[in-house]
């Protein structure tokens, strides 16, 4: 296809692909059953052998004074609707919360953490709970604070273009609000539909636009958070540059509600593109990836917003499991990798010639194998379901052993290659695979078993994490620490960092009801 094509006709090439929908054709919509859904996981602090902490039960009298202050109807005290709340999205650990309090406001969430703060009541707040490392549900019986009614937008200001909200707005609601103002969140995840501003802001989360935009210690402007005993802090800044002092919002941004409930939050939003292209590439090889990926910087440049890598495996998962299409396996069963370009601008015809410089290219150098370009909203949507897809399918394998990492690039996929030679000889693992943002070097590694399996976990870790701090990576790209990476923490930070943030820790939550057993443990 491709291969054989050459200057001017690049474009016109790849255009004609534009019309294959990658929705499924004439293929049936496939769900297979998970196993690991079917049931549920071990209790956290049995399958870790956690020890709880020297926290008070919650008595009828606790519960009394939640009910007058909230109300009876947010105050769930149901255990199959607790259960719910007890178990994270990808159903690997569980806890063993009997209650779940739902504020509507900031002045609520400071009079639920002071009687908490007083009483020596943990507590675990709780956002989209779509993390990847346990820091959003309970170990044990911690009371969660769940932030999904506090979901305002609060302003938008189209000059300035600075968003306010609740902590507890759904990011792709948030999306369309300030779409209308000719604007763009700067964040962008694939599970946008369910996570929540505050619980992103908590986690630093990264995203597929991070390339383009940063991280949110850049795009905070400012925020609201509720220390342990109660007091708010007000730091919701809207200007864009405040140098008065200590940034006390960097405090709260990643701390995973460790050292406070972020309530509100203000983001700046950049403007809405006039013009979107994504480009879906079929490359050969691992070091044809890195090929792209330094032509696409250096012709691309400032209109590059997103650089994903999938390899064949990841891509199986949408094709098999969920029924989508790949587009580029019209001649044959596919590639070994592919990658997701996108770009946006203000001037198409500017992008389409600068698209159109890169192409030709990595044509010109065999780089690219097949190729198709998007430009409708509908097909662009598409192309990026085959990226965004891939964590929601593979959970039909049975249990996933995930892991959220970064490396240096030319380091991206050697992580996946030495585990499938590790692991070569396990008949229970089912599928190796990895993925990701290969522009900011973070890949999402994935190993599905059967079942959990206690011998391939102890293949898995510490040796993964070991692997990737010689290399001099971090063992958390974007979804933290949690409760499952606190012992390997020392791989990624300097005991000198570790001990001030214990420091910082003991000064904000001195008597440590801020999210037991995450991040900092023992603390």
Known sequence: MLRTMRSRDVISSFNKLRTEDVTKRQRPHVILCNASMSTKPELTSVRYKVQRGPYASISDAHLQHFQHLLGHERVITDSEE???????????VRGASRVVLKPKTTEEVSAILRHCDKNKLAVCPQSGNTGLVGGSVPIFDEIVISMTLMNKVLDVNPLTGTLVCEAGCILEKLENHVEQYGLIMPLDLGAKGSCLIGGCVSTNAGGLRLLRYG?????????EAVKADGTVIDCLNTLKKDNTGYHIKHLFIGSEGTLGIVTKVAIKCPPLPKTVNVAFLGLNSFDDVLKLYSLAKAE?????????????RSLEVCINTLGL???LAIDNDGYNFYVLLETSGSNSAHDEEKLNILLEKALSMDVIANGTIATEPTKIKNLWALRERIAEGVMHDGYVFKYDL???VQEFYKIVETLRDRLRHYPSV???????????????LQVSTKNYDKE????????VFEFVSKLRGSISAEHGIGFKKTQFLHLSKDTSAIETMRQLKKLMDPNGILN???VLYPF
Request: charged share 15%.
């Open 516 to 518: 037991p057993y995450k």
């Open 456 to 463: 391939i976990a102890s293949q898995l870790e510490p040796f």
């Open 406 to 408: 970064s490396l240096p």
């Open 430 to 444: 089912i599928r190796i695979s990895g993925y990701g943002h290969l522009g900011d070097g973070n890949i999402h």
């Open 300 to 312: 691309l440049s400032e209109i590059l917003s997103a650089c994903e890598l999938i390899d064949r």
């Open 82 to 92: 607790c259960e719910s709340y007890n178990i994270d999205w990808a159903n690997t």
């Open 325 to 327: 299409q790949n587009p």
């Open 215 to 223: 991280n949110l210690h850049g795009t905070v402007t400012g925020l």
